[in-house]
């Protein structure tokens, strides 16, 4: 018997802290620290750090986009039970957000007499 366990390592996975300090544009080095904004991480991946911060930067849009979608297409309040049509719904209503936000970003580019508004 191996004691219980499922067969998997239970050793943790090495963990490294990576920081980074920026500057607000415009500032110089010798103002006060408040122009500078600190951050840190605590991660397993090999990447350098600079990596690491991008990836946790597009990992954090990607959660604002659920938000999003969860607030204003009420995708957090799931009716179906079988999977088969949860994955549909689901579905379904990325393709409605994706229209939606396409058609959105097109009539803000567009002059209102383009979308048919009189001038």
């Known amino acids: 018997m191996n004691g219980g366990g499922s067969g998997c390592s239970s050793a943790p996975a090495p963990t490294r802290i990576i920081a980074s300090t920026s500057r607000t ?28 911060f991008d990836l946790y930067a597009l990992r954090w849009q990607i959660e604002i986009a659920f938000k999003r979608l969860k607030s204003l297409l009420h995708i957090d309040r799931l009716e179906a039970k079988d999977p088969d049509l949860v994955r549909t719904w689901i579905l379904a209503h990325i393709i409605a957000a994706l229209l939606i936000e396409d058609h959105a970003a097109e009539a803000l580019d567009a002059p209102p007499c383009a979308l048919g508004y009189p001038a």
């Not at 010798?30 to 990447?47: G, W």
């Open 25 to 52: 544009p415009g500032t110089s080095r010798t103002r006060s620290t408040r122009s500078s904004t600190s951050d840190a991480l605590a991660t397993s991946l090999d990447e350098p750090a600079n990596q690491v």
